[in-house]
């Protein structure tokens, strides 16, 4: 079995900064791709930085250049390094993978639990 855990949200004044974590335990071989969700009351769910199988990179237009997404595949984490954040950053962020489980190419596909980001103006 694989658990995602979720990490580094909290609250931050406009144009900090905060890194999001997001850990894969259990049986995993290595990360296959990871993707970073968001959102925020009202709104629907927002795909904010991928990165793919073939371990390209895309953003949403609204983040680009101030979000970067990345893999540790010895540690089982992906990051979310927010910078320059505003206002309307705030939302629930939430990551999912698709790992490696075994060394025949079975794979496990999971959302962590989520995590508040709230920037105050």
């Known amino acids: 079995q694989v658990q995602l855990v979720e990490s580094g949200g909290g609250l931050v004044q406009a144009g900090g900064s905060l890194r999001l974590s997001c850990v894969a335990s259990?049986?995993?071989?290595?990360?296959?791709?990871a993707d970073w969700y968001r959102q925020a009351p009202g709104k629907q769910r927002e795909l904010v930085a991928a990165i793919t199988r073939g371990g390209g990179i895309d953003y949403a237009d609204s983040v680009k250049g101030r979000f970067t997404i990345s893999r540790d595949n010895a540690k089982n984490t992906v990051y979310l390094q927010m910078n320059s954040l505003k206002p309307e950053d705030t939302a629930v962020y939430h990551c999912?993978?698709?790992?490696?489980?075994?060394?025949?190419?079975?794979?496990?596909?999971?959302w962590g639990q989520g995590t508040q980001v709230t920037v105050s103006s």
């Open positions: 259990g049986t995993v071989v290595s990360i296959n791709a």
């Open positions: 999912n993978i698709e790992v490696l489980i075994d060394t025949v190419g079975s794979t496990w596909n999971g």
